[in-house]
């Protein structure tokens, strides 16, 4: 069928053969299909091949060897790549703005760093689970793509640390996307280090179970990232409510439509009702297993939502909400 395709639609600048995850029978476009697409479709600037688990590093250099042109690659969870695939296609394919490698626990640093030498102008990166990746590579992917480095996901990367967000706060200066939930070596000093330093661009933050956070963080994220439009604290159990206390009282007022402190046990309403108070854009607040924030507790309190705000009191903290999923 690829073949036919490339041989009437040789133009052709974007393809997505992605697989879905409950496919897991079926390994989806192979090796020996990428040989087609590199030698057919030569334009390409878009690929997508999620879930494609019969891929390997031999595939990847066909790619390098026939995709100059690609500038977004979408390779998630297609688990049998290491960092000699991704080598290949940092030297061949330098004109990649966008990589999409979560799940591809095989790759380490040594593949960050090579793709950092290759792709100077990386816009957004996601290595969320690539639990072999740390420092060293996301310190020189920072240095190295610097102002055009726009999102960067490391979800439950347990390696990334303090370092590695000095390093975005020193040279990424325009950074809009930052997840790092389940990074718990990452703490106070660094999140306010980039607080100040993106603070005219970060827009988006995910950092639930990082442990180390407290207070301090959220505060400085709050008061100095202007355009933060969501964030999440989740299971930060450090958070209470001097994170939000004062705002009011400083004329603050937040753009946030987003906010997870769900499992922020220290929490209560006068933490929720400043929030409320600072954050009249709020579209979505999450509460859930917050004992001292009930729908009662808050009703008690009179507290009134911003219109249009859904608060999430209760389910379990696994189920997620589509509508805030898309920020994340």
Known sequence: MLRRLAAR???????????SPSRSFYPGVIDDDLDVIAGGFCNLRVLALQNCKGITDVGMVKLGEG?????????????????????????????????????????????????????????????????????????????????????LKLLDCSKVGNKSIYSLAKFCCNLETLIIGGCRDISDDSIEALALACCSSLRILRMDWCLKITDASLRSLLCNC????????????????????????????????VLKINNCVDLTVVGVSSVIESCKALEYLDVRSCPQVTRQSCEEAGLQLPGGCKVNFEGSLSESDPSVDRFF
């Open 9 to 19: 639609f040789p133009g052709i600048l974007e393809l997505d053969l992605s697989q």
């Open 67 to 151: 995709l100059q042109c690609l500038q977004t690659l979408d390779v998630s969870h297609c688990k049998k790549l290491s960092d000699k695939g991704l080598k290949v296609i940092a030297s061949g394919c330098q004109k990649l703005r966008q990589l999409h490698i979560a799940g591809c626990n095989s790759i380490t640093d040594a593949g960050i760093s090579a793709l950092a030498d290759g792709c100077h102008k990386m816009k957004s990166l996601d290595i969320s689970k690539c639990n072999k990746v740390g420092d060293p590579g996301i310190c020189k992917i920072a240095e190295v793509s610097s102002s055009s480095l726009l999102s």
């Open 226 to 257: 202007k355009l933060l439009a969501a964030i999440d604290v989740g299971c930060c159990d450090q958070i209470t409510d001097a994170a939000f206390q004062g705002m009011e009282a400083n004329l603050f007022r937040s753009e946030l439509r």
